[in-house]
Structures are given as structure tokens and as C-alpha cells.
């Protein structure tokens, strides 16, 4: 870690280096060029070589250097430096010779220099001299563009669009040629009684308003935005309740206490220790301990209860710490310390962590901020009892996420079927559902929906692993680079948030569990990454296929040893205190870390809605392959789908399982189309009866309105 960080300490202290150098170069060369007799020796022969190299052209070098120490200066922009030099010398060299073919052109007398002396002739007798100007001027714009990032495609798309739209405006509005007259402003229609005596009902219109105004707000484009030039404020800490100081060196007379009594506890049982280090943090202290010459860890944990009693705390954990040869004791301070998120987050180890998808979880035992890439992970897995923090946690996760990236660079697909926590992030615009338009994405609730979104998910995953084949490249790392270079569409991340994984095993455990086992196996080179919580960490949940795909798991307090086992395959996570108190088992490590969770109050929550909502960023991201109904995963269109079941119908005056399967296909097939009707309410089943019951009077209704009604 040190080693790591050195590493970026070192570059980015070289990349102000270089920075300084063009600011300095770019400050001389522009001193030299316009005032070389006030310059010295040196400026004036620089002067004298560049004028005669590239003649007028020489005053774009100043120019140059000093957008090189831009790109150096802003991280935001990305650069390469040999490109950028190309891209330089190719628009220094064309504005050389254009200076030529204008003199050639419009008679002017501008120098060109060497360059210009003997290049031009060649261009001339090739092209001629007004189609040499033109070409020369192209090429001049256009190597200037690509050195100062000048999205030319989107310039002139957006030109020729707003030309376009303006015209057809002008055709459509103004036929006859007759000037366009001011158009009234539209009125609400109130359902209300007549108008004479009548009393005007306020209620319906408002709510039509108010609907009608979020479906504005994210309204799908005519055409496709390109959500990269679309400005974006990352939210501020300043919004987040700022973290309480901890003075440890107040406590340090009762942590010595507290140390010498636990020696003298453990001398009783004949367990002699000698007190190594005491880790003190904001909500656990933790004591390291060696053990004399011929004692075993097992004889501790066997006087675990005695401890405990003695240090007067419910919960005490034990964990051998290899590295320092020692026993650590892991004991709740009297009085804990709340952890801001605002704290991790502007923690060293979360602003110095470069993916978009990093979690700020909380703090160690040390009190040190704690970060993890789920990118790296690449799935999450989180299980806890009722009230140890799991919810909070979860909220913790999003918002640092919502802390690094743009909507158009991470998107969440949240399923919560609860409908308690989630609904908060529904208007933000990083939301997203495969089954539905951009504009119509919002939190997924219903179970049948939830197990519809997640096969369409995997459909995603496929068509994005066929479009990184057809690109040569191997995930989505390499697909956004290869795509920035050619200045193509970048991809974004999915992240997949479960907030109850149990209620949705209840209902469609197969669809569920097989659509989870195929993302968590393929997704993560694709971008789509998994985060399921459930507070029921149980084997029919948590099950074999689903623990085999989730290395990373974080458990919070459990009621037994049995659900720590399941979560962990430790124990560990019984002996917690609750309240974000938490075992993080990071990928390809053998020991849990504990850590205490980043606690963030729902009115902070609120106001980092409110901020990326109120910024109106569109929610743009590719239409789903095959349109989806959100509540079952049927087809949109279901005039296709439901013309022959109806008709089929009313020929047999009946409809059950078997007569679907004989004449549609199988089982499943003949359960989707029964469930499509009954959502309908084309056919239903009445409480207490196994039998369907047909409302014909809507079935005559829809074959009539088809054309297949009786003539």
C-alpha cells in the first residue's frame, strides 16, 4: 500500500513538473516572438529560427505550449503526448502554407517561412491554388479541433439538426407565407360541473399537472443526446453532517485501566499475557496480546464469558492476529463514536482510489477510513439481522458511488421489494431498467418484475460481450479507451442492488437464482456488477450457487452462529454489537476485517437527491433489445400475443393450462400467457375455486376492436 501510494505520489509530482516546464517555455516563446530586440541573445535567435521555419506561423507555438500546460493542469482532460504533438506540428505546418495560398489567392503578403516556400509549390501544382486554400484551411481546422478536444461531430450534428427543425418549424407553421401569429397560451380543462354556477374542481388537474410535469422532466429525446457534453456537478461533502474529533489521548488513562484489568482476569484462570499494543477506535477497542511460552488460543476462548463479565460487555471477540504474533481482543468502548459517511469519503483512501465504483464503508478498528472498488470485487454480498445497519449500509454504498460518477458513466437497476428504503433514489437520473425506456426507468418493487429485469439484464450481457467481439477488445475497460480514442460512445456501469433478497427467493426462486448465477459468473468483464442484502441469511436464501459466486460479503450482527457461518463461513459475526458494527470479508482473503459502518441520516440522503435531481440530466442510455412489459416480462405489444389465446377462447368457450399447452407450446409458455390474462383481466379466479372465470364482455370488446369479432 505504501509502495502504491509513493507510486502516485511520484507521478503526480512529475506531472506538475511538466506543467511548470510548458507554462515556463510557453511564456518565453511568446516573449521572444513579439518583442525578440527586448529578449537577449537567446530569444532573439529564437525568434530569428522559428520566423524563418514557419514564418507567420510561428505565433501559434506560445499557443501550443501553453494548451499542452492545460492538459497537464486538468485532470479532467485526458491527454497523450506524442498525439498532441503530432496534432501541433500538423496545424503549425498547414497554417505555414496557408499563409502562401493566401498570398497566391487574395493577394496578401503574408511569410510562410521555409516550410511554406517549399510546400506550397508542391500543394499548388497538385491541387491548384483556390482548391489548395480550401483544403489547407480544412486541414488546419481540423487538427486544431482534435488538438483542443473541439467535438466537431457534435458541433455540426447539433447544427444542421437546429437548421433542420428550425425549417421544417417555418414550413409547417407559416404554409402560405404568412407571418406566424402569437399562439394563446393552453388552459386547464377542469372536470368539474358547468360553468354557470358551477364550482370549479381543483383536485383532478392538479394531479394531471403534477404527473404530467415529472413525465416532462424526463422526457426520451426525439434524437439520441450525446450525454457527454452535457455539463454535471459531481455532488459535495458540504451537504453531509461533518464527522465528531476523537481525542484518544483523553481515554488513554481508562484504556490502561481497562488492559490491566483484563490481565488480571486472565491471570486468575492462570493465563498469563502481557499486553502488546491497545488499537483504540470509535466504537471498538481492540487489545493485542502475547501469550507466555506453552499457551494456546483455545484457552482463552475458553474463558471468553469471564471476560466479558469482568470488562462488563456483552460482546467480545477473539481473533488470532498472525502477523504480530499475538491475540487480539476485540472489546465495545463504554461510550461508541457515530462515523460519518462525510468522514470516509474525504478520507485519503477514497479520494485516492481512481474507479467509479468506490465504496466507502466505514472505518477500522484503528478509526482509518476503509475503501473498496467493487469493479475489483466485482459482487457483493450483505446479510445481517433486523436493525444491525444493513439498510444503512446499502445507502452508504449508492451514495459513494453518487460521490464519483455521472449518470452516463454508472447506472443503478435497484429492486426493492419492501418499498421502504429505495424509493428515495427514484427520480435521480442514474436509475435504470431494462425492460422499459429511459424515461419510464424507476424502482423495481414487484417480485415477477424483478425476476423479468433481471433475464433482460442477462440479454444486455450478451449483446454488450457481441459488441465487444465485433470491437476486438476484452471488457469494458478496454471498450471505453478503445472508444475515447476514436472519439465513439462510451459504455456504462450497471450496478444491480437487491435490498431484500429473501422475498424475492419466495416467489420466483428459479427465475431469481438462475438469472443471479449467470450475471455473477459473466457480467463483471461487461460492466454489470451484483450488491444482494437480505436480513434472513439462510441456506434456502443464501444458497450454494449464490455464495459460490460472491467471494466479497459483509455480515452484520446475526442471531446465531449458524447465520454467521452461512454469510461468512466463519464465526464471528454473532459476537457484533449491531448499529453498523460489521465483518467485511474482502475477495481472496481468509480473515474477515472488521469495521464500523458509515452511518448517513435520511435528511442527508434527501439532500444529495435533491442535488444531482434538480441538475435535470437526462436519463439517456440505449432502448432495451426487446420492448418488455414491466409487470410480468411480456411482450409490449400484446395485441400479437393475445389475439389468437382470445380467439382460441371464445371458439373452446374455456381457457386452462392444458388447453394453452396443446395449442401454444409448454408449461411456461402456456403460465405466462394465463398470467398475461389474468393481469388483464381478461379471465380471473375467484377466492376459494381452482377454476378460471372468463369476462367475455371484455373479450368480445378486444376482438372487436381487432377485427375478429362476429360479422
Known amino acids: 500500500m505504501a509502495r502504491k501510494k509513493s507510486s502516485k505520489n511520484t507521478k503526480h509530482k512529475n506531472r506538475d513538473i511538466v506543467a511548470l516546464f510548458f507554462a515556463l517555455t510557453a511564456f518565453i516563446s511568446a516573449y521572444s516572438i513579439l518583442l525578440p530586440d527586448g529578449s537577449g541573445v537567446f530569444g532573439k535567435a529564437f525568434s530569428n529560427v522559428v520566423n524563418s521555419i514557419f514564418g507567420a506561423g510561428s505565433y501559434f507555438i506560445p499557443i501550443a505550449l501553453l494548451w499542452f500546460f492545460v492538459l497537464r493542469i486538468a485532470p479532467s482532460l485526458n491527454h497523450s503526448t506524442k498525439i498532441d504533438f503530432l496534432w501541433s506540428l500538423i496545424s503549425a505546418v498547414s497554417l505555414s502554407t496557408l499563409f502562401l495560398s493566401a498570398n497566391a489567392v487574395f493577394g496578401s503578403t503574408l511569410y510562410g517561412g521555409w516550410i511554406g516556400i517549399h510546400l506550397y509549390p508542391f500543394v499548388e501544382k497538385l491541387l491548384g491554388s483556390v482548391l489548395s486554400f480550401c483544403v489547407l484551411a480544412l486541414l488546419l481546422g481540423f487538427s486544431s479541433a482534435f488538438l483542443f478536444r473541439v467535438p466537431l461531430v457534435s458541433l455540426l450534428k447539433k447544427l444542421f439538426i437546429s437548421e433542420k427543425s ?117 466504537v471498538v477497542t481492540r487489545y493485542d496480546l502475547t501469550l507466555a511460552p506453552g499457551l494456546k488460543i483455545q484457552s482463552i476462548m475458553g474463558v471468553i464469558d469471564n471476560i466479558s463479565l469482568a470488562m462488563r460487555t456483552p460482546a467480545i471477540r477473539i481473533v488470532p492476529i498472525p502477523e504480530k504474533g499475538a491475540v487480539g481482543i476485540e472489546v465495545p468502548n463504554p461510550e461508541s463514536v457515530i462515523v460519518g459517511l462525510r468522514g470516509v469519503i474525504e478520507s485519503e483512501a477514497f479520494a485516492g482510489s481512481d474507479s467509479k465504483l468506490s465504496l466507502a464503508l466505514g472505518e477500522t478498528t484503528d478509526g482509518k477510513g476503509y475503501t473498496a472498488e467493487l469493479d475489483s470485487m466485482p459482487h457483493l454480498l450483505i446479510a445481517g439481522a433486523t436493525g444491525s445497519g444493513k439498510s444503512v449500509a446499502l445507502h452508504s454504498i ?80 478496454e471498450y471505453n479507451a478503445k472508444m475515447e480514442l476514436i472519439g465513439g460512445e462510451k459504455e456504462f456501469y450497471i450496478v444491480v442492488v437487491i435490498d431484500e433478497l429473501a422475498d424475492l427467493m419466495l416467489v420466483v426462486q428459479k427465475e431469481i437464482e438462475d438469472s443471479i448465477q449467470r450475471l455473477a459468473q459473466m457480467a463483471r468483464a461487461v460492466g454489470i456488477h451484483l450488491i444482494l442484502a437480505t436480513q434472513r441469511p439462510s441456506v434456502n436464501v443464501i444458497t450454494g450457487v449464490i455464495k459460490a459466486n460472491f467471494p466479497a460479503r459483509m455480515s452484520f450482527q446475526t442471531a446465531s452462529k449458524v447465520d454467521s457461518r452461512v454469510i461468512l463461513d466463519a464465526l464471528g459475526a454473532d459476537s457484533l454489537i449491531g448499529k453498523g458494527d460489521m465483518l467485511f470479508l474482502p475477495p481472496q482473503e481468509s480473515r474477515p476485517i472488521r469495521l464500523q459502518g458509515a452511518y448517513v441520516s435520511l435528511k442527508e440522503i434527501k439532500s444529495i437527491v435533491d442535488f444531482i435531481s434538480g441538475q435535470d440530466f437526462p436519463r439517456v442510455y440505449e432502448p432495451p433489445i426487446e420492448e418488455v412489459e414491466r409487470e410480468e416480462g411480456f411482450k409490449a405489444d400484446k395485441s400479437k400475443e393475445l389475439l389468437p389465446v382470445l380467439m382460441l377462447m371464445r371458439e373452446r368457450g374455456r381457457i386452462s393450462q392444458d388447453l394453452l399447452k396443446a395449442n401454444f407450446g409448454g408449461s411456461a409458455k402456456a403460465t405466462n400467457i394465463l398470467s398475461l390474462l389474468e393481469t388483464q383481466r381478461f379471465i380471473a379466479k375467484p377466492q376459494g375455486t381452482n377454476k378460471w372465470q372468463i369476462n367475455w364482455s371484455k373479450v368480445n370488446e378486444y376482438l372487436d376492436i381487432q377485427g375478429e369479432g362476429n360479422e
Do not use: W
Request: net charge negative; proline share 8%.
Open 166 to 282: 428550425a425549417d421544417d418549424t417555418d414550413t409547417k407553421d407559416e404554409p402560405s407565407g404568412k407571418k406566424r401569429q402569437q399562439q394563446p397560451e393552453p388552459e386547464l380543462i377542469f372536470n368539474g360541473p358547468d360553468d354557470e354556477g358551477g364550482k370549479e374542481d381543483y383536485s383532478q388537474p392538479n394531479i394531471i399537472a403534477a404527473k404530467k410535469s415529472k413525465k416532462e422532466r424526463f422526457s426520451r429525446p426525439a434524437e439520441k443526446i450525446d450525454s457527454s457534453d452535457i455539463d454535471y456537478i459531481l455532488p459535495s461533502t458540504e451537504t453531509l453532517m461533518e464527522d465528531k474529533p476523537i481525542d484518544y489521548d483523553e481515554n488513554k488513562r481508562d484504556l490502561l485501566a481497562r488492559a490491566d484489568l483484563m490481565k488480571k482476569t486472565l491471570a486468575e484462570f492462570g493465563i498469563e499475557v502481557e499486553v502488546k499494543d491497545i488499537i483504540a477506535g470509535p
Open 398 to 477: 449508492i451514495l459513494s458511488i453518487l460521490f464519483k460518477a455521472r449518470p452516463d458513466e454508472v447506472k443503478f437497476m435497484i429492486i426493492d421489494p419492501k418499498r421502504v428504503e429505495m424509493p428515495i433514489y427514484k427520480d435521480i437520473p442514474h436509475i435504470y431498467h431494462p425492460c422499459t425506456r429511459a424515461a419510464d426507468a424507476d424502482i423495481i418493487t414487484d417480485p415477477k418484475e424483478s425476476a423479468a429485469a433481471l433475464k433482460k439484464l442477462v440479454t444486455v450481457m450478451n449483446a454488450r460481450y457481441d459488441k465487444y467481439a465485433d470491437n476486438m477488445v476484452r471488457n469494458i475497460e
